[in-house]
C-alpha cells in the first residue's frame, strides 16, 4: 500500500537549480531503495539516480553526474533530488520508485525493477 507523490517541479532557466521531493504515505520508506527516472516525449523512460535503502550508497546516470544529488530522510519518509546547472535536455517528467531491498548498500537505475511509481512531476528548462 505504498504510495508516492512527487513535488518541486516547474520551469527553471538553463543552469539553474531545483529540488524535487518524494513523499510517502502508507509504508515507511526505510526498506525501499528509491530511483529517480525520467521520461521526455517520444523517449523512453531512464533511471536518473538511486540510493540504498540507508542512504549509504548512490548511483548517477552518466549524463547527470557532478550536476544531481539524491538524498533521503527516512525520519521525514522522504527522499529528494537536488539538481543544479540544469539544460534544456534535463526538460522531462521526473519519476520516484520504490522497491524492497534487504541489502543496505543496493540500488538500481534499471526501471523494470522497481515495484512502486509515484505519477511525476515536470521539469521544464527552458530561457
Known amino acids: 500500500q505504498l504510495q508516492l507523490v512527487e513535488s518541486g517541479g516547474g520551469l527553471v532557466q538553463p543552469g539553474g537549480s531545483l529540488r524535487l521531493s518524494c513523499a510517502a504515505s502508507g509504508s515507511t520508506l526505510d526498506s525501499y531503495a528509491i530511483g529517480w527516472f525520467r521520461q521526455a516525449p517520444g523517449k523512453e523512460r531512464e533511471g536518473v539516480s538511486c540510493?540504498?535503502?540507508?542512504?549509504?550508497?548512490?548511483n548517477y546516470a552518466d549524463f547527470v553526474k557532478g550536476r544531481l544529488t539524491i538524498s533521503r530522510d527516512n525520519a521525514k519518509n522522504t527522499v529528494y533530488l537536488q539538481m543544479n546547472s540544469l539544460k534544456p535536455e534535463d526538460t522531462a517528467v521526473y519519476y520516484c520508485?520504490?522497491?524492497?531491498?534487504?541489502?543496505?548498500?543496493?540500488?538500481?537505475?534499471?526501471?523494470?525493477?522497481?515495484?512502486?511509481w509515484g505519477q511525476g512531476t515536470l521539469v521544464t528548462v527552458s530561457s
Open positions: 520508485a520504490a522497491v524492497k531491498s534487504i541489502d543496505a548498500t543496493w540500488c538500481t537505475l534499471s526501471p523494470r525493477y522497481l515495484e512502486r
Open positions: 540510493i540504498s535503502t540507508s542512504g549509504s550508497s548512490t
